[in-house]
């Protein structure tokens, strides 16, 4: 029968293994995770803009559900998550599983829904610190319903950008007071660009203790309708709109994650090998005790069996000698 200590080993052996098997493929390829909020063909656009831009390293993955972003957050190998979402429905409960995400040093990068209170919760505070309260949107078609992006302060979302541009939206989120004129919450956050209208943040920047790096873009409202001028498709083909875009989940992706999760797989594996070596030393005195046992034993043994021997000589030979 197998004793405790035996399985006990082999267990710790097998998630040794799991865990080199996944330290492997974390240093391999990484993951850039994108989620539409419902609309999969936009996720799917924005996806095929960073394969084909090729500037970020990974494999580039669209999922279709919050429980799959979930999931994304909690694997070991995605170093940044891209969300659109223009309804709370497709991004509630989100909080729980992305910010850890990005005070562990994940990536993320937040459009419209996403930095908006009370929809996206703790996410438009701690990750997309717009602390957007209000909206600001153009619903008439008859205009031509752009946000001018005007240069704040320089980051590395802003290479090679133009220090003003236009960018098709239907709207943004603001953080408002009473009268629906923007407020400037101050935080620990860079604004790249602002809208020329309202003032509001257009790009944000943030960056966690660990590394974790997101950018929040409020005004990028679009509309499933081909017909409309804030149809998503036109977005796409929008050279400024694709650039910004790209430098925005290139800066996101240069995060800490990866790194970190290596570092803590390597740390537990060297934990789990001492812990092997450990067990490996006490089975070996074990055996050594049980060896010494078994000689102490049969040297009892024997020194009963020499006894027994010198008896039965004493009394079956000797007595009947001493007798006569």
């Given at each position: 029968m197998m004793t405790t200590r035996l399985r006990a080993l082999i267990v710790s052996l097998i998630l040794l293994l799991n865990l080199c098997t996944i330290s492997a493929q974390s240093e391999v390829e990484p993951v850039i995770v994108v989620y539409g909020g419902g609309q999969s063909e936009f996720a799917e656009m924005l996806a095929t803009l960073i394969e084909e831009d090729g500037s970020v390293e990974g494999e580039v993955m669209v999922v279709y559900s919050r429980q799959s972003v979930e999931l994304a957050a909690a694997l070991p190998t995605t170093k940044c998550i891209v969300m659109y979402a223009d309804h709370r429905n497709y991004i509630s409960g989100l909080w729980s599983?992305?910010?850890?995400?990005?005070?562990?040093?994940?990536?993320?990068?937040?459009?419209?829904?996403?930095?908006?209170?009370?929809?996206?919760?703790?996410?438009?505070?701690?990750?997309?610190?717009?602390?957007?309260?209000?909206?600001?949107?153009?619903?008439?078609?008859?205009?031509?319903?752009?946000?001018?992006?005007?240069?704040?302060?320089?980051?590395?979302?802003?290479?090679?950008?133009?220090?003003?541009?236009?960018?098709?939206?239907?709207?943004?989120?603001?953080?408002?007071?009473?009268?629906?004129?923007?407020?400037?919450?101050?935080?620990?956050?860079?604004?790249?660009y602002r809208d020329e209208v309202t003032g509001c943040p257009l790009v944000a920047v943030h960056e966690s203790e660990r590394g974790g790096r997101s950018v929040a873009l409020p005004g990028i409202m679009v509309v499933t309708v081909p017909r409309l001028d804030?149809?998503?498709?036109?977005?796409?083909?929008?050279?400024?709109?694709?650039?910004?875009?790209?430098?925005?989940?290139?800066?996101?992706?240069?995060?800490?994650?990866?790194?970190?999760?290596?570092?803590?797989?390597?740390?537990?594996?060297?934990?789990?090998?001492?812990?092997?070596?450990?067990?490996?030393?006490?089975?070996?005195?074990?055996?050594?005790?049980?060896?010494?046992?078994?000689?102490?034993?049969?040297?009892?043994?024997?020194?009963?069996?020499?006894?027994?021997?010198?008896?039965?000589?004493?009394?079956?030979?000797?007595?009947?000698?001493?007798t006569d």
């Open positions: 599983a992305l910010v850890p995400f990005f005070k562990e040093g994940g990536g993320l990068v937040g459009m419209t829904e996403l930095c908006y209170m009370p929809s996206a919760g703790t996410l438009a505070t701690e990750v997309f610190p717009v602390f957007g309260n209000s909206s600001d949107v153009v619903t008439s078609p008859r205009e031509t319903r752009t946000r001018t992006y005007v240069l704040e302060e320089e980051t590395e979302v802003n290479a090679g950008l133009p220090d003003q541009f236009d960018v098709l939206s239907m709207g943004t989120y603001l953080s408002a007071d009473e009268g629906g004129d923007h407020v400037r919450v101050p935080g620990d956050y860079q604004v790249a804030v149809y998503y498709g036109n977005l796409i083909s929008d050279q400024a709109f694709v650039d910004l875009f790209m430098n925005c989940v290139s800066w996101a992706s240069e995060n800490s994650r990866i790194e970190a999760v290596e570092g803590e797989l390597t740390e537990t594996i060297s934990e789990y090998e001492e812990s092997r070596q450990d067990m490996k030393d006490s089975a070996d005195e074990s055996d050594r005790e049980r060896r010494n046992r078994r000689l102490m034993t049969l040297v009892v043994l024997w020194a009963i069996g020499l006894v027994a021997c010198a008896v039965a000589v004493k009394k079956g030979l000797l007595a009947p000698l001493e």
